[in-house]
């Protein structure tokens, strides 16, 4: 079976893709991918062809500045907005147009398209493929016991709440998504394609793919109404890993026995993320300067931001700091992770039984960390700007209440396959087989 994979030229879009398709490469499949050329060596080193972008602007999350200068003024949900048209929506055609020369290339069978790039009505209605749609953020799908997006909420617990929550969700829908989905509108007009008035343009992947891969649990979402048969939780997908000796070779060397006999009496590994980490005043010093010679072993990830001038400012012997940690390995030996809220590594986390403090707004991670909130695996500080006081007391709460830790252990029970790949692979073969 031909099968072309698609997705932004993210990190935090691709690399949760790469096991997937690398599974199913591994099951006898053809399999290519059609993304940014910044990915062009990594596909490389996993034995991929790539299709590049032609039409599509390459976004990248170390290029959005330059490219659009405006973006850095802006916040709350101007940023979202903006974000929406300009990074998301704008470039369906030219995925569109992209993909649909490159089929005569590679005639595909089935295509496995990141959900934010919002191509699957147009491949399935104009193209007659079969599309899985892959999600690796939290379930977006509307649903009218879910709260809206981007705000953060947790579900309404009484009728002021709901009355608040459904005020939201008509500025998410009306005001902020509005530029994103008039732009949506415009193109799929310009194919002679109607899309249904009813529902938000979030929803589009899941109500136009032959089947939609869930990143994460279903304990990890909210209670919903309306539960989609054709949404799969497939668990945490990972990076694929080359083998031992290359994965040494592109990370540098972290003990993943982490506190263990090294004298410290417990282990917090911090990351501000991979976009969101310009300013690492956010997040990861008031964390180093609120565990900083205590009895802590401090793992500091920074993607790369920084890393010399921390090292140089923190040379304290309980604080570690490096680009990037092996979080796989690092998480067997954690007892606490302080994150901004990426998707990718609070799921990773919480697979390990790991509880969080999470701290972040931007990006969608207020909705990541309320869902860790209302699934008791952590405490959200709910800031973009936490206190070294507050993350000292946080970690310390968790540390204090063995509760945090049997919640974290039942989340990670809760995840299920030993195999996310293997999980997701098998949802992408049934779409064929169930056409």
């Not at 907005?81 to 595909?108: T, V, W």
């Not at 090294?262 to 956010?282: C, I, P, S, Y």
Request: glycine residues 8%; proline residues 6%; aromatic residues 8%.
């Amino acid at each position: 079976m031909n099968i072309l994979f698609a997705s932004q030229a993210i990190d935090g879009h691709f690399n949760p893709m790469t096991g997937v398709a690398k599974e199913l490469q591994e099951r006898g499949h053809d399999v290519r991918w059609y993304t940014g050329p910044v990915l062009a060596g990594k596909l490389r080193e996993l034995g991929i062809p790539l299709f590049p972008f032609k039409r599509a602007i390459e976004h990248r999350a170390d290029n959005l500045s330059e490219l659009y200068p405006e973006r850095a003024k802006l916040k709350g949900p101007r940023a979202i907005g903006f974000d929406g048209e300009k990074i998301f929506a704008s470039n369906i055609s030219n995925f569109f147009e992209d993909i649909r020369e490159l089929d005569r290339a590679f005639p595909f069978d089935v295509l496995v398209a990141d959900s934010s790039m919002f191509i699957h009505r147009l491949v399935v209605h104009l193209m007659g493929k079969r599309v899985v749609a892959f999600v690796a953020i939290p379930n977006m799908e509307s649903d009218p016991l879910v709260p809206p997006l981007f705000f953060g909420f947790l579900p309404a617990r009484n009728a002021r709440e709901k009355v608040l929550q459904a005020a939201a969700g008509l500025l998410s829908d009306k005001v902020i998504l509005r530029p994103a989905s008039q732009s949506y509108r415009r193109q799929h007009a310009f194919y002679g394609q109607e899309v249904p008035k009813r529902g938000r343009l979030t929803d589009e992947p899941y109500r136009c793919s032959d089947a939609v891969i869930q990143t994460g649990s279903r304990s990890l979402d909210f209670p919903r109404k309306n539960d989609n048969p054709n949404v799969h939780y497939v668990g945490a997908l990972l990076p694929y890993r080359l083998s031992d000796t290359a994965a040494m070779q592109l990370e540098p060397h972290v003990d993943p026995q982490g506190s263990a006999g090294t004298g410290f009496a417990r282990t917090v590994v911090v990351t501000q993320g991979t976009v969101d980490n310009l300013d690492l005043n956010k997040l990861i010093i008031p964390a180093i300067e609120a565990l900083k010679d205590t009895d802590t072993m401090v793992m500091v990830a920074t993607a790369g931001r920084g890393t010399a001038e921390l090292r140089e400012r923190y040379p304290q012997a309980n604080v570690q700091i490096h680009d990037y940690i092996d979080f796989a390995a690092v998480f067997d030996h954690t007892d606490v992770f302080v994150t901004n809220g990426g998707f990718g590594g609070v799921q990773l986390a919480l697979s390990k039984g790991v509880p969080l403090v999470v701290s972040g707004i931007n990006e969608g991670k207020n909705d990541v960390n309320a869902r860790v909130e209302y699934a008791g695996a952590g405490i959200n500080l709910r800031t973009d700007n936490p206190s070294a006081e507050s993350i000292g007391k946080a970690v310390n709460n968790i540390l204090a209440d063995p509760a945090w830790k049997d919640r974290a252990q039942q989340m990670r029970r809760d995840f299920g396959s030993d195999n996310p790949a293997r999980a997701a692979a098998k949802v992408v073969e049934g779409v064929v087989s169930n056409r």
